[in-house]
C-alpha cells in the first residue's frame, strides 16, 4: 500500500516537472555589446517582455559582451539551434544569405531613414524570406546609423588617403572588395580583436559607427575620425527559424510583438546614443572630419557592385528595387 502510493507519488512527480519542461522553452540570447550599449539595454527589455507577452512559457537569458562567441560563430550557432536568439549585424549573415548581402553594398542607402522605408517595403520582405530559408528568422530590426572610416595618424578625404592602409573590416567579401578598390588592405577580424591590433599596429585602422567607436575605446588609439559613411547596415533580433517555426501562431504573434517593442525603444536609444558618443570621443580629443565629397568613393565601387551582381544575378532587380525607393 505505502508502495504504491510512493509510486503513484513519485509518477505525479515525474509527469509535473515533464509538464514544465514541455510547455516552458528556455532560450539563451547572443549579443556582441556591453552595458549601457542601445543593443544591450533594448534586448534585456526583449528578455523581459517575453515571459510577460507569453504567460511565462518563453523566457529568455541574454549573454552580453560577445561571451558566447564571436559574430561569425554566433550566427552559425542561431542557425543549427544551439542558440535561440542573436542581435546580429546583417554584415556577417550576407555571406551565408546572399539577399540579405544587399545591405552591405558600399553606399547602397541614401540614409538610415531609407534603409528603414526598405526593410519596412517588399524589400525588407525578401531579405527576411532569404534569411529564414537558411535559419535565421528576423523579428525586428535595430538601427546601426553610418559607419565610417578611422585611423591613427590622418584625416581621410579621398580614397588616395586609403591607399595603402591596412583597414580592419567584418568579415564579407564585399568589404575586403571595398578596401581594395579604395587602394588599401583589408583585414577581416573579429570586433573583439580591433583594439589591440589598432593598437599594436597590426591594422592601421578600422571602420564603425559612433556608439561602437566609443563603447569599445577604439577612439582612444586612432584618434581620426573621417565621416564616410560609405557602410549603413541594419541589425536584427534574428531566431533560430526551426524554434519560431515550432510555435503556436499566438506564441509566434507574442514574440513578434516583443521583438517590436525591443526594437521600437533601440531605436530611441540609437539616436540619443549616437550624439552622446560623438560628444564623447570629441571630449577625449578625436579629431573629426567631415568628408566633404563622397563621391570619389562611391565611383570606386563599381567593381564591388559588378562582382557582386556576377556572383548573384538574380538579385540585381533587388538592388535596382533598393535605389528606386525614395
Ligand atoms: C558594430 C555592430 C556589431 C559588429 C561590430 C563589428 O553592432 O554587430 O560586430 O560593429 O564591427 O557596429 O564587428
Redesign the pocket.
Known amino acids: 500500500m505505502f508502495e504504491n502510493i510512493t509510486k503513484t507519488l513519485a509518477g505525479a512527480a515525474a509527469v509535473a516537472v515533464i509538464g514544465v519542461t514541455a510547455s516552458a522553452a528556455e532560450w539563451r540570447g547572443w549579443n556582441?555589446?556591453v552595458d549601457g550599449y542601445p543593443?544591450t539595454i533594448a534586448m534585456d527589455k526583449f528578455a523581459e517582455l517575453l515571459p510577460e507577452k507569453t504567460n511565462g512559457e518563453i523566457t529568455l537569458q541574454m549573454f552580453h559582451g560577445g561571451t558566447l562567441g564571436s559574430?561569425p560563430d554566433a550566427v552559425e550557432q542561431v542557425r543549427a539551434g544551439a542558440l535561440e536568439i542573436g542581435n546580429?549585424?546583417l554584415?556577417?549573415i550576407g555571406p551565408i544569405v546572399a539577399e540579405a548581402n544587399v545591405v552591405s553594398l558600399p553606399f547602397v542607402f541614401k540614409d538610415v531613414p531609407h534603409m528603414f522605408r526598405v526593410l519596412d517595403s517588399e524589400g525588407g520582405a525578401a531579405i527576411a524570406a532569404g534569411m529564414a530559408a537558411k535559419g535565421l528568422t528576423p523579428l525586428a530590426w535595430y538601427d546601426?546609423g553610418a559607419?565610417s572610416f578611422y585611423n591613427g595618424d590622418k584625416a581621410i578625404n579621398t580614397p588616395a588617403d586609403v591607399q595603402g592602409m591596412k583597414v580592419r573590416v567584418?568579415n564579407n567579401d564585399l568589404f575586403t572588395g571595398m578596401i581594395a578598390q579604395l587602394g588599401g588592405n583589408p583585414s577581416p577580424m573579429a570586433?573583439a580583436e580591433v583594439y589591440q591590433a589598432l593598437k599594436t599596429g597590426v591594422v592601421d585602422g578600422a571602420e564603425?559607427?559612433w556608439p561602437?567607436y566609443e563603447s569599445t575605446g577604439h577612439y582612444e588609439v586612432a584618434g581620426y575620425y573621417s565621416l564616410s559613411q560609405h557602410l549603413i547596415i541594419p541589425?536584427c533580433i534574428c531566431i533560430n527559424t526551426d524554434a519560431f517555426n515550432a510555435l503556436s501562431a499566438d506564441m509566434q504573434a507574442a514574440v513578434s510583438e516583443a521583438a517590436q517593442e525591443s526594437a521600437t525603444l533601440q531605436r530611441e536609444l540609437w539616436a540619443a546614443r549616437e550624439a552622446a558618443s560623438r560628444k564623447a570621443v570629441e571630449a577625449g580629443g578625436v579629431v573629426v572630419n567631415e568628408v566633404a565629397d563622397k563621391a570619389p568613393f562611391q565611383d570606386a565601387m563599381g567593381p564591388v557592385y559588378e562582382a557582386y551582381f556576377e556572383t548573384n544575378p538574380s538579385l540585381r532587380p533587388l538592388v535596382e528595387l533598393i535605389q528606386a525607393t525614395e
Open positions: 556582441i555589446h543593443n559574430q546580429f549585424n554584415g556577417p546601426a559607419r567584418m570586433f564603425n559607427n561602437s541589425e
